[in-house]
């Protein structure tokens, strides 16, 4: 099985915005508040946005602490936001429905592990735990295949983490959907967060949350195994980071920021086609970090975060749902 090593020293930033004349401003709307920020962790940070088979849009909470709802649902027409599952150590990144049993699977990134419920909170299984080939696995995102195999990014850029460990260590691991079984399919990659699909399922984008650049890389046929990795395009988040991603029917690449309450969209070709933002006037937001569009329609959902609150917001995306939009 092929692996690829990449080495990211050298880089340079050319074309950051690719045709500055074509690029079309879209403001947000604030649809309602999910979340307050916990007097215990000084924080709330939504993420992981996912339309589920019943039709609520799901979302973690990052920093929630023990006991508090760390899975929660809403109803996007009545606005009714209902806890699903909590535990006592978890911190969920990320939450997709897998095509293979309909279940929400999420990613902890604190303990290491991919975890699976119902929609409706129960029956808590590990899918996945421990080492892969000799690394602890730091599960940041997941994009799930046809088949239901997750291709994850493994993040390594954490408080008091050596800066070449951030920039050199981080993975992509490809988790077989019904054995479990973990390889690693490029490594040497400067802390991988956001992961989606291409449109053609050929390839990956991944967002290298250490370089602020999102990466394409192309898979076999197999999908078991990389056979290239270059440079797509570059950000110009000033103090943000590259956080997750998604992909519409028509490729476009949506990237998330940590740091910047806003979504850039390019085109497959690295333009810089769309900037989603909130409006100034919304105080106290300083991420958007995740979003989903609800299958078949152009209804995009993002995820606010900041000391105002967690919030959600609505946006019309350029393309139609997929997969690919639908969490990460």
Known sequence: MALITVLTTGCTNGGVDGAPEREMAREAERVLKVTDVHESTGRTLLEGPAFGPDGRLYVVDVTAPSGEPKVLGIDLETEEVEPVYTDRSSAFTSAQFSPLDDRLYLTDIARGTITSITADGIDPRVFFEGDVEGQRLSPDDIAFDEEGNHFVSDFTAFPGVPAEAATTGGRVVRIDGRTGEASVIARGLPSPNGISFTADWSGLWLSQYAANRIDLVALDEERSAATSLHPGMYMSAGAGRVDSSAVDADGNVYQAFEGKPEIAVHNSGGDLIARITVPEEDEGLVSATNLAVRPGTTD????????????????????????QTNGG
């Open 300 to 323: 995009g959902y993002m995820t606010v975060s900041g000391e105002a609150g967690g919030y959600i917001y609505r946006f019309e995306s350029l393309g139609k749902g997929v997969p």
